[in-house]
């Protein structure tokens, strides 16, 4: 494949120079920014994030800050998750839907403040969309976004490579929750999340100038723990069922399709925008839905959508595919038909090299 010639409109992240000189080997762009894809191999990355730990560049995860007295209130209209117990120092997946229940993004909200968020999105232009809803509804905030980078460390040494850097404390910040950590006298919020199963932090590092120190002190800390720079790997996060908006769901889908129905609480009086939609699909149930599937034989990567096909009818696409050592078949996300979303359905995907035997699985690998 050819090259992505660099320029302003692709912009590069404090942690760049790092990426580089770790010998990254592809890239994609994701809220136009680059994001890695494989260092070595994907393969080769998979079994390293399993057993060591990874420091991955996920700048690209911009934060939509939102400030002022009616943060909260533009939050509860963004995302028909119910907020109303979400403590300063917490950390939410939130779906977000425009008015007709269509995903618009899945980002993870950092309530900083009571009256001070991050929405760390997914790819997709939602800034724009905050503002407008903010200026439509002459909401009192200020929706900036600020020069604040995620820096994710992601694997089973983990914990012991952040002990190093930023004391045993750091062992005690809980799931989807944050603490504030000082680096070179910056504290900076560092909670445990990550776009990985094998557990991790992300550090929300604000000021691109401690990007490449703090990038170095890492791979200090680290260097007998075999720390490598990573990226969210492609196969691990398929088994693991972590969707990518864009390529999983679109604005074509709402929560309920995406299997996020979980996150949305709309039997509750939620004011949120897409509401009277999302309590039509919530009452009737989806008629498709995200499943897990496993398809047998040799696959190309998945860059477009595959059919899924059952007595020669379209019953769902496949929208991620990727061969898993550890499985010993293709892990795959589906969009399926509520005809053939049962666990065990035989179907057929129509891919770039030919059909392929799949089965619908009842969950994910991990
Ligand atoms: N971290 C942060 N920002 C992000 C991502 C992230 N922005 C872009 C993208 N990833 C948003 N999408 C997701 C998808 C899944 C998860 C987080 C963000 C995730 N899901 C867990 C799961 O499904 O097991 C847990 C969800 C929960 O139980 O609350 O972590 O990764 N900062």
Known sequence: MAIISPSRRVRRTPFTPGVEAAGVKGYTVYNRMLLPTFFESVVADYHHLKNHVQVWDVACERQV?????????????????????MEVGQCYYVPMVDETGGM???????????????????????????????LGYRLDVLVDEPDVSPLAIQGPQADALMARVFGDEIRAVRFFRFGLFNFEGRMLPIARSGYSKQGGYEIYVEGGDIGMPLWDALFKAGEDLQVRAGCPNLIERIEGGLLSYGNDMTRDNTPHEAGLGKFCNTTSAIGCIGRDALLRVAK??????????????????????????????KVGQVTSAARSPDYGTNVAIGMVRMTHWDPGTAVEVETP??????????????
């Open 284 to 313: 009737e149930g989806p008629v498709q839905q995200i499943r897990a599937l496993a398809i047998e034989g040799d696959i190309a990567p998945c860059d477009r959508p595959w059919p899924l096909l059952a007595g020669g009818k």
């Open 353 to 366: 090299d030919g059909m392929r035997r799949a089965v619908v699985q009842e969950k994910f690998w991990i």
């Open 65 to 85: 800050q939102v400030r002022g007295p009616d943060a909260a209130r533009l939050m509860q209209m963004l995302t028909p998750r119910d907020l109303t117990r």
């Open 104 to 134: 618009l993004n899945d980002p993870v909200a950092v309530k900083l403040a009571e009256d001070r968020f991050w929405i760390s999105i997914a790819d997709s232009d939602l800034l724009l969309w905050v503002k407008a809803v903010a």
